[in-house]
């Protein structure tokens, strides 16, 4: 959950944010937001300003660590 080491999960999928942070378009703060817990509504929602696009989809699946499991 830091800028060095930011992790976040989406709909139950873990992603390592760590190095794409940086170039992400609304600016790596966007993404910090994320680190260590749930991004889900950030990133269904584009922080507030809309759904995100088919790309960035596709660029946050690049992305994918794994995926959480529940007991």
């Known amino acids: ?3 060095d080491d930011c992790w976040t999960f989406i709909d139950a999928k873990v992603y390592d944010l760590t190095d ?4 992400h378009p609304g600016g790596a703060d966007e993404v910090y937001k994320a680190c260590g817990g ?10 507030g300003e809309g759904q995100h696009s088919a790309e ?5 699946d690049q992305l994918l660590v794994g995926e959480l499991l529940t007991l």
Not at 38 to 47: A, I, R, S, W
Request: glycine share 10%; hydrophobic share 25%.
């Open 38 to 47: 749930d991004g889900t509504v950030l990133f269904e929602t584009q922080g």
């Open 1 to 3: 959950n830091t800028e």
């Open 20 to 23: 794409y942070a940086p170039s």
């Open 56 to 60: 960035a989809e596709a660029q946050r």
